[in-house]
T-cell receptor, first 110, second 116 residues
Framework: GENVEQHPSTLSVQEGDSAVIKCTYS??????FPWYKQELGKRPQLIID?????GEKKDQRIAVTLNKTAKHFSLHITETQPEDSAVYFC?????????FGKGTKLSVIP | GAVVSQHPSWVICKSGTSVKIECRSL??????MFWYRQFPKQSLMLMAT?????????EQGVEKDKFLINHASLTLSTLTVTSAHPEDSSFYIC????????????FGPGTRLLVL
């Protein structure tokens, strides 16, 4: 089955700086890669996703890049704000279910 | 669009009792629903996948007789934790996807279960 590795597990950045979270996956058949943001005690919220026919996707301060050859994808958050503090999960899907990474706790220091 | 509700949001029960959690897709037809369990500071662990009108598919290590899943309609799936014990205390989250949403899963708000 699919295996998703996510790094780092924790990340602290100064407000205004950029944050990068990286994930690798094992199943070359995976073709859908969403990113979720989860605040404490709340549901995961889809923030951006990318499909395998696209190498990069951007939505305001958030961007995701995908390298299918190397089987890794990354989340980039620019101009970080305190409200970006949360746990971020990457996931990969090849058939019908998602396999999640272990999460990255992002802390944005004002 | 793509709103998923979950009820109850939290429940406290005595050991040995059964607890039912409902997951509803409010504005779309969910052909597939997923049930996850999340322990504090950990990732989402898939428990089972349910397709409308068919039996749920359970992940390895998840007892199907303990975690009963019913997906009777395109908008409702239920998870029943039977004879709950303190080690079943966790955050249970459902997600749903439909025909038009392709692979995208939308999550319910979760149910926090505490078994005393």
């Amino acid at each position: 089955g699919e295996n998703v590795e996510q790094h780092p597990s924790t990340l602290s950045v100064q407000e205004g700086d950029s944050a990068v979270i990286k994930c690798t996956y094992s199943d070359s058949a995976s073709n859908y890669f969403p990113w979720y943001k989860q605040e404490l005690g709340k549901r995961p919220q889809l923030i951006i996703d990318i499909r395998s026919n696209v190498g990069e996707k951007k939505d305001q301060r958030i961007a995701v890049t995908l390298n299918k050859t190397a089987k890794h994808f990354s989340l980039h958050i620019t101009e970080t704000q305190p409200e970006d503090s949360a746990v971020y999960f990457c996931a990969a899907s090849g058939s019908y279910q998602l396999t999640f990474g272990k999460g990255t706790k992002l802390s944005v220091i004002p | 669009g793509a709103v998923v509700s979950q009820h109850p949001s939290w429940v406290i029960c005595k050991s040995g009792t059964s607890v039912k959690i409902e997951c509803r897709s409010l504005d779309f037809q969910a052909t597939t629903m997923f049930w996850y369990r999340q322990f504090p500071k950990q990732s989402l662990m898939l428990m089972a996948t349910s397709n409308e009108g068919s039996k749920a598919t359970y992940e390895q290590g998840v007892e199907k007789d303990k975690f009963l899943i019913n997906h009777a309609s395109l908008t409702l799936s239920t998870l029943t934790v039977t004879s709950a014990h303190p080690e079943d205390s966790s955050f249970y989250i459902c997600s749903a996807k439909g025909r038009k949403l392709q692979e995208t899963q939308y999550f319910g708000p979760g149910t926090r279960l505490l078994v005393l």
